[in-house]
């Protein structure tokens, strides 16, 4: 069992920027693909960002590419989510994933961060 706790959420102007955490706790934790997927109001949960268990491949969704960093420290237990140059379409509840497939690494699933930004 993987116990994800995500931090960072809040509110921020369009153009801005925001870095999530997610700290794992529970089985071992570098055996594990990380990623976060968003959920908007009204909406489908949809893709975000994910990174292998080395940090050696990540992949993004289109809509995110060029603007979202994803990264681990695994000798922390945490995943990051760098948000650049945020729209008010990013505004969603981020949600952290962990799993053993990097392209489908959502096993374990955190309670999610709000991510609100205003035009």
């Known amino acids: 069992q993987v116990q994800l706790v995500e931090s960072g959420g809040g509110l921020v102007q369009a153009g801005g920027s925001l870095r999530l955490s997610c700290a794992a706790s529970g089985r071992s934790f570098n055996n594990y693909a990380m990623g976060w997927f968003r959920q908007a109001p009204g909406k489908e949960r949809e893709f975000v960002a994910a990174?292998?268990?080395?940090?050696?491949?990540?992949n993004y969704a289109d809509s995110v590419k060029g603007r979202f960093t994803i990264s681990r420290d695994n000798a922390k237990n945490t995943v990051y989510l760098q948000m650049n140059t945020l729209k008010p379409e990013d505004t969603a509840v981020y949600f952290c994933v962990a799993g053993p497939a990097f392209l489908a690494p959502q096993r374990y699933w955190g309670q999610g961060t709000q991510v609100t930004v205003s035009s």
């Open positions: 990174i292998s268990w080395s940090g050696t491949s990540t």
